[in-house]
């Protein structure tokens, strides 16, 4: 007879909770609540796709499948194969992202920190007797009349004052003030419809993405996130080019600031709809590299163009929103946290703020994937950070069939029992490759003896064919794709992944150096980024571009510098912090690094 138990299977982070049979796999149990885990090999145990983390609760021990898969350090940490495990008890797991499909990915998926709120602004509800033959003073002396404690002390901003009497006269005299305090100065930031809800608008501008976020300062709640392409991409693909263009071009700076404006308006727009108005967003932060934080506040960047690669500001930054063209409350305000050196900007500050390095006494190496990428190493208080250029390999660009992370992307493959197997976002025939499959690709075919030390096709691999003109790892046939040809990998393809890696891996290299460590001092590998939430951390230690430490030390992070960019929001603390990890930061230059270029070029091989 058939057992009746039930068991609960709780699914985080996702949130989810599936309630199964006795003896179900947690693929299927994940399944039938609708999440939806890789399963590359359909559950054979042998591709490793659908690993699981076990919080809390009792699962079935071991099975072969899952000893070869996992190593014995991942299996005394709790990760299983969830096609393989089913739950003996009310059980909670731990999905990490890589194993999660995703119709889309964004890069504005990060963690949430529980901090203290405090931010900096508050807001009082208040009536104001209107004005009368017999009451002629100005609508500024009687708002003032009505504000607690104030003594002639809060300021107006220009535009708050100039949209004041309307505002007024259209709510009938009642409001809700927004007042802002900083540094022993109050300043009016909003003046909403009474009871509204307060909002802040974070916002983390990418050289490729932007991500942004609108938070309820009251509640500390993440109402809505969104993302855009950077549109700044059709005049430059990465920083070096967006200055080239400014510097060359008439009025080339402020079209790229308005071109990322414009954007920032649209988010939100899309942001508030449904739940209020761009006027109730009353603060802001922005962060960015130091290239796009320049861009972004309309500053010359001609001088980080070239050695020393000098910013004209690298201290945090206070600009009213009006200033910038931004759509916000008329007395909103924009923070921008300081700016390291170099590249290396505002959104490393957030990253490291976001990951919690200020909690944390490990020995912690922090890489930000990107276009640009930027490498932290923190150990005994030190905090050493360096920028690279990665390129967009990794974004899908320069790749024969690249692609963005969107549906139809190849993201995972495997070569298993000599044949290629491949997961597409949205399980529908795929259409190009997306970063993490790009990854996974050149891993595989390392693995499988396909490719030699220097990156070169082997002949004799079987699986090596011959695509068009030249030869290729086809991974997906023509018969199969979603449009009628063949998704090659070339020689091309695996060079842009081997300047990639090789960059990352030789910052990573000279900041062990200059701290006199070797990779097994580190304590934790925390990767942040939007392609660095999805690579499978197997794949990237494979090709190099990590140090090959055990699975259980890399934590997978999101959109941290979004995190700490939401967090500064929040807390006028946690601003005070970002200030603090920004002045202790030791920047690395490489390019000037006497054993940079050494690094790199032995990092070129796999
Ligand atoms: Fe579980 Fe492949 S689906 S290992």
């Given at each position: 007879?058939?057992?009746?138990?039930?068991?609960?299977?709780?699914?985080?982070?996702?949130?989810?909770?599936?309630?199964?049979?006795?003896?179900?796999?947690?693929l299927?149990?994940?399944?039938?609540?609708?999440?939806?885990?890789?399963?590359?090999?359909?559950?054979?145990?042998?591709?490793?796709?659908?690993?699981?983390?076990?919080?809390?609760?009792?699962?079935?021990?071991p099975?072969?499948?899952?000893?070869d898969?996992?190593?014995?350090?991942?299996?005394?940490?709790?990760?299983?194969?969830?096609?393989?495990?089913?739950?003996?008890?009310d059980?909670?797991?731990?999905?990490?992202?890589?194993?999660?499909?995703?119709?889309?990915?964004?890069?504005?998926?990060?963690?949430?920190?529980k901090?203290?709120?405090?931010?900096?602004?508050?807001?009082?509800?208040?009536?104001?007797a209107?004005?009368?033959?017999?009451?002629?003073?100005?609508?500024?002396?009687?708002?003032?009349?009505?504000?607690?404690?104030?003594?002639?002390?809060?300021?107006?901003?220009?535009?708050?004052?100039?949209?004041?009497?309307e505002?007024?006269?259209?709510?009938?005299?009642?409001?809700?003030?927004?007042?802002?305090?900083?540094?022993?100065?109050?300043?009016?930031?909003?003046?909403?419809?009474?009871?509204?809800?307060?909002?802040?608008?974070?916002?983390d501008?990418?050289?490729?993405?932007?991500?942004?976020?609108?938070?309820?300062?009251?509640?500390g709640?993440?109402?809505?996130?969104?993302?855009?392409?950077n549109?700044?991409?059709?005049?430059?693909?990465?920083?070096?080019?967006?200055?080239?263009?400014a510097?060359?071009t008439?009025?080339?700076?402020?079209?790229?600031?308005?071109?990322?404006?414009?954007t920032?308006?649209?988010?939100?727009?899309?942001?508030?709809?449904?739940?209020?108005?761009?006027?109730?967003?009353?603060?802001?932060?922005?962060?960015?590299?130091?290239?796009?934080h320049?861009?972004?506040?309309?500053?010359?960047?001609?001088?980080?163009?070239?050695?020393?690669?000098?910013?004209?500001v690298?201290?945090?930054?206070?600009?009213?929103?009006a200033?910038?063209?931004?759509?916000?409350?008329?007395?909103?305000?924009?923070?921008l946290?300081?700016?390291?050196?170099?590249?290396?900007?505002?959104?490393?500050?957030?990253?490291?703020?976001?990951?919690?390095?200020?909690?944390?006494?490990?020995?912690?190496?922090?890489?930000?994937?990107?276009?640009?990428?930027?490498?932290?190493?923190?150990?005994?208080?030190r905090?050493?950070?360096?920028?690279?250029?990665?390129?967009?390999?990794?974004?899908?660009?320069?790749?024969?069939?690249?692609?963005?992370?969107?549906?139809?992307?190849?993201?995972?493959?495997?070569?298993?029992?000599?044949?290629?197997?491949?997961?597409?976002?949205?399980g529908?025939?795929?259409?190009?490759?997306?970063?993490?499959?790009?990854?996974?690709?050149?891993?595989?075919?390392?693995a499988?003896?396909?490719?030699?030390?220097?990156?070169?096709?082997?002949?004799?691999?079987p699986f090596?064919?011959?695509?068009?003109?030249?030869?290729?790892?086809?991974?997906a046939?023509?018969?199969?794709?979603?449009?009628?040809?063949?998704?090659?990998?070339?020689?091309q393809?695996?060079?842009?992944?081997?300047?990639?890696?090789?960059?990352?891996?030789?910052?990573?290299e000279?900041l062990?150096?200059?701290?006199?460590?070797?990779?097994?001092?580190?304590?934790?590998?925390?990767?942040?980024?939007a392609?660095g939430?999805?690579?499978?951390?197997?794949?990237a230690?494979?090709?190099?571009?990590?140090?090959?430490?055990?699975?259980d030390?890399?934590r997978?992070?999101?959109?941290?510098?979004?995190?700490?960019?939401?967090?500064?929001?929040?807390?006028?603390?946690?601003r005070?912090?970002?200030?603090?990890?920004?002045?202790?930061?030791?920047?690395?230059?490489?390019?000037?690094?006497?054993?940079?270029?050494?690094?790199?070029?032995?990092?070129?091989?796999?």
């Amino acid at each position: 007879m058939a057992d009746e138990t039930i068991f609960k299977v709780d699914l985080q982070p996702v949130g989810r909770r599936a309630q199964v049979a006795a003896g179900t796999t947690l693929l299927a149990a994940a399944r039938s609540v609708g999440v939806e885990l890789q399963s590359i090999c359909g559950g054979a145990g042998t591709c490793n796709s659908c690993r699981v983390r076990l919080a809390k609760g009792v699962i079935s021990p071991p099975t072969t499948a899952e000893k070869d898969e996992l190593s014995a350090e991942e299996l005394a940490a709790g990760y299983r194969l969830a096609c393989q495990a089913v739950a003996l008890s009310d059980v909670c797991l731990d999905i990490p992202a890589e194993s999660l499909t995703a119709p889309q990915r964004v890069q504005v998926e990060g963690e949430d920190r529980k901090i203290v709120l405090q931010p900096l602004v508050s807001a009082v509800d208040v009536h104001i007797a209107p004005p009368s033959l017999t009451d002629l003073r100005s609508d500024l002396t009687r708002l003032r009349s009505v504000l607690p404690s104030d003594n002639g002390g809060v300021e107006l901003p220009l535009p708050v004052l100039a949209s004041l009497a309307e505002k007024l006269r259209r709510q009938e005299w009642s409001t809700r003030l927004v007042v802002r305090h900083t540094a022993g100065r109050r300043q009016i930031a909003g003046v909403l419809p009474p009871h509204s809800r307060m909002f802040g608008l974070a916002v983390d501008i990418g050289t490729t993405k932007l991500a942004a976020y609108l938070i309820d300062l009251e509640s500390g709640e993440t109402v809505g996130r969104a993302g855009a392409p950077n549109p700044q991409i059709a005049y430059g693909e990465d920083v070096i080019s967006r200055i080239c263009f400014a510097n060359q071009t008439p009025e080339g700076l402020s079209l790229l600031q308005n071109k990322v404006v414009q954007t920032m308006n649209h988010l939100v727009a899309e942001l508030c709809a449904g739940v209020g108005s761009p006027e109730q967003i009353v603060d802001a932060v922005v962060v960015g590299n130091t290239v796009m934080h320049h861009i972004f506040a309309g500053l010359p960047v001609d001088q980080l163009g070239t050695a020393p690669f000098a910013s004209v500001v690298s201290e945090k930054l206070e600009i009213p929103a009006a200033h910038v063209g931004l759509s916000l409350s008329s007395g909103a305000t924009v923070y921008l946290p300081p700016n390291i050196a170099g590249y290396v900007g505002a959104d490393h500050v957030a990253m490291l703020l976001g990951i919690g390095i200020d909690q944390n006494q490990r020995t912690v190496l922090a890489i930000d994937i990107g276009t640009n990428t930027e490498i932290s190493l923190i150990h005994h208080g030190r905090i050493l950070s360096c920028s690279c250029a990665s390129g967009p390999a990794f974004e899908g660009a320069h790749i024969r069939h690249g692609m963005r992370a969107a549906q139809g992307a190849i993201e995972r493959v495997r070569i298993i029992d000599g044949k290629v197997h491949t997961h597409t976002i949205g399980g529908v025939p795929p259409v190009g490759i997306c970063g993490s499959g790009i990854l996974d690709a050149v891993a595989e075919m390392l693995a499988a003896n396909g490719l030699d030390k220097r990156g070169n096709f082997r002949k004799d691999s079987p699986f090596i064919c011959q695509s068009g003109s030249e030869s290729g790892f086809v991974l997906a046939p023509a018969v199969t794709t979603g449009h009628g040809s063949d998704i090659v990998i070339t020689r091309q393809d695996v060079n842009e992944i081997q300047l990639a890696k090789a960059a990352i891996r030789a910052g990573i290299e000279v900041l062990l150096q200059e701290a006199g460590l070797e990779h097994r001092c580190l304590d934790e590998i925390v990767i942040a980024g939007a392609f660095g939430s999805y690579l499978d951390v197997r794949s990237a230690i494979r090709v190099g571009m990590v140090p090959p430490l055990p699975r259980d030390r890399f934590r997978q992070v999101g959109n941290a510098a979004g995190t700490g960019a939401r967090q500064m929001l929040l807390s006028g603390e946690r601003r005070r912090m970002a200030e603090e990890i920004a002045q202790r930061v030791e920047y690395v230059e490489l390019a000037s690094h006497r054993a940079f270029s050494d690094w790199f070029a032995s990092e070129l091989h796999f």
